[in-house]
Every structure is written in C-alpha cells, then in structure tokens.
T-cell receptor, first 114, second 113 residues
Framework: DAGVIQSPRHEVTEMGQEVTLRCKPISGHNSLFWYRQTMMRGLELLIYFNNNVPIDDSGMPEDRFSAKMPNASFSTLKIQPSEPRDSAVYFC????????????FGSGTRLTVV | GQSLEQPSEVTAVEGAIVQINCTYQTSGFYGLSWYQQHDGGAPTFLSYNALDGLEETGRFSSFLSRSDSYGYLLLQELQMKDSASYFCAVRELANQAGTALIFGKGTTLSVSS
C-alpha cells in the first residue's frame, strides 16, 4: 500500500491566489481528515469526512477554506483567496471508521503564501 | 470544548527512561492516543488506550487513568532516533456521525549521547 498520498509536497503562492491541496486516502479507509500544523497552534483539525460525507467542518477557519470529497479515493482542500497567515503544513489522514486506533497521515503539503 | 496539556520539552540521555504526561479535558471521551513526529515528517501512530491501565509495545508503553483524565507515554532504553515530538490526542465524539482526534501541542524530546 502506498499510504496516504498528498500533493503537492511544497507550494509557494502569492497572496490572493487560489490554492488547491490534494489527498488520496488508503484504499478501504472510510474516514478522511484534514489537519493544519503551525508552531503557534500545533495540529488543528480542519474538517473530516466519513464515507465521503463531511461530518464536522467547525475547524475550517474561514469561508475562504473549502473541502470536498467527490469519491472514496480523492479529497481536495481549497483556499481562495490565500493569505500569508495560511502558511502552514497541511496534513491529510485516513482511517477506518472509528479510527481512534490509528490514523495514517500523508507526508503533508508545506504551503507558503507570500 | 476540549484541552490537552503536555510538557513542551523533555531532555534525556541514551539508555534512559522518560515519561511524557498528558492531562485532558473533554466533553466526551473515547480514548487516548499517542503519535510521534520527526522533524519534517508526518505524525505516526504509536499507541491507543481506551481502558484504564498500561499498554506495552516494545520499548514504548502508554498508560491511561480515565478517572484522573490523565495518561502518559513511557519510553525506555532511549535511542538517538527517539528524538522527535510526541503528541497525545483524544478521540472525542463530535456528533452521532463520528469522532475525530484532537491533538495536544506536543512534547519535543531531545536524546543526547
């Protein structure tokens, strides 16, 4: 198994531009999570899906952030327009339903907004 | 709401034993997990405790006391490669449809020779 695959690994963009982060979960995992990590705030849960359905998006910081999961093998996190304070590492993770037993994280996308 | 408290930094020498504590406050609780993250890497799962007591996995052990809202990660026979950040995380019921992990701020462990 290739694990959770995220792309791109690094993204540098100018303020105001649209950014799209991508994630392919592990096959058979039916829960998918988007986290953001910064030094100041640590690992923050942004949104998660069960069986492709968004369950809780209360962690999404603003309307500029949106996430979709059109099928079981793909999810996107979009920021439009991006701002410098969005600079962070964004992780996608997947697990089986009730995955307190273990999440598998992707390698993350390091986003820099200048 | 929820909060997790763990020390920000711990230092130790090779071969030593170190304990990283975690206290939590949540509105609903299903279990305590521990994750390891090396610099520049992704968090990786170490252990999960849903019931009180000690779980042992090789050099690492994890303990939970639900009545005290407290747990710890015990690392034995420390090696240089154990230098990393360690996160405790609680599995909390968000709504009837599912749960998600909420992470503490992490403890940076530095192991020296």
């Amino acid at each position: 198994d290739a694990g959770v695959i995220q792309s791109p690994r690094h993204e540098v963009t100018e303020m105001g531009q649209e950014v799209t982060l991508r994630c392919k979960p592990i096959s058979g995992h039916n829960s998918l999570f988007w986290y953001r990590q910064t030094m100041m705030r640590g690992l923050e849960l942004l949104i998660y899906f069960n069986n492709n359905v968004p369950i809780d998006d209360s962690g999404m910081p603003e309307d500029r952030f949106s996430a979709k999961m059109p099928n079981a093998s793909f999810s996107t996190l979009k920021i439009q327009p991006s701002e410098p304070r969005d600079s962070a590492v964004y992780f996608c993770a997947s697990s089986t339903r009730g995955g307190g037993y273990g999440y598998t994280f992707g390698s993350g996308t390091r986003l820099t907004v200048v | 709401g929820q909060s997790l408290e763990q020390p920000s930094e711990v230092t130790a020498v090779e071969g030593a034993i170190v304990q990283i504590n975690c206290t939590y406050q949540t509105s609903g609780f299903y279990g305590l997990s521990w994750y390891q993250q090396h610099d520049g890497g992704a968090p990786t799962f170490l252990s999960y405790n849903a019931l009180d007591g000690l779980e042992e996995t090789g050099r690492f052990s994890s303990f939970l006391s639900r009545s005290d809202s407290y747990g710890y990660l015990l690392l034995q026979e420390l090696q240089m490669k154990d230098s990393a950040s360690y996160f405790c995380a609680v599995r909390e019921l968000a709504n009837q449809a599912g749960t998600a992990l909420i992470f503490g701020k992490g403890t940076t462990l530095s192991v020296s020779s």
